[in-house]
């Protein structure tokens, strides 16, 4: 385990942590999950909470505002698989003792708006200054949605025959910080138009509006089954995911796979194939057969470029990666090829 980065891979979950957790509460629906964003607790009555934890980012390299975004649209864009935003927030900071306190104040201020642009009251948490602490995460954050429980969704909920789709480009988040992390490199290589604009991206990290769209800002559309929000392993790491956390297969057209310009050329640069790496931004959507033009006209109402790939298929299909017309097993990638790329260009000195 020592030698890896990015999400704890599904054997080591299935190990170490599926069957141990805690005291079994009955109202519990939904709990820890490979491949499922949020938690589910019913509460007395039609409502039930749900739950979801993630990372706070603290990169001094990509900016405190760009941090602090991170740390919450990341959170939210877990919260957005259910259909709803989130409500309340706790944020636990262990930030590094070499932390200015103007800088912490900026980091905070910021926070705190994207909060309120979202509707989220921040309700507690812990602020710790620790010695030692050089990490990029700088602490760790909940937030908490209650809702309807009949209309909560989960990525687990997805059928075999619903269609699969993917919102925007494989590697929106990947390409935007590498090109924000290393200006001088991506221009000289790329040209000083294609930094500008992949750095321009980094705000579309966001999928929340993907998923309120999808289902509308009421929840008024019932034709949307499942959705899983993109990070370590890409986008066909969460087609992936999703089918493993509803025990069901799926057949993926690998031609059919949005990738822009810009996520392609600065993957390149960094030999990085954008399909399987981290894609924040980018939601993917199971929805009724026969719906999938329905929900992809509902995003593009808002301007939110999705495409159809594929399908969610019985179990004993597997899952399915169709190139050229062969269809071969997609392997599960458990760690992510981003983090090696981030660290090789750091390390050989990219600028």
Known sequence: MGDKLGKIDPHVFEQFISTKCGFNREEVSVGPNFGVDASIVDLPGTMAMAMTSDPLTLLPSLGLEESAWLSVQLMANDMATTGYAPMYGQFVLNLPSTFSKSDFQKYWDY????????????????????????????????????????????SK??????????????????????????????TNKLGSEIQQQACATFYQTSSLEDALSAVGQNREHNDVTAMHDVTEGGVLGAIYELATASNNGAIIYNDKLPIGILQSEVCKLFSLDPRYCIGAGSMIITCKQGSAKKVINRLARENIFCSEVGKIAHREQGIKLVTNNIANDLLYNENDPYWAAFFKALNSGWK
């Open 157 to 186: 909920y997805a059928k075999p025959g619903d269609v699969i789709l993917v919102t925007k480009s494989c590697a929106i988040s990947s390409t935007a910080i590498l090109a924000m992390c290393f200006p001088e490199t991506v």
């Open 111 to 154: 926070i705190h708006i994207f909060c309120s642009k979202i509707g989220i009251a921040i309700t507690g948490g812990h602020t710790g200054f620790i010695e030692g602490q050089n990490s990029t995460i700088a602490g760790g954050g909940t937030f908490v949605s209650i809702a309807p429980k009949t209309k909560i969704l989960v």
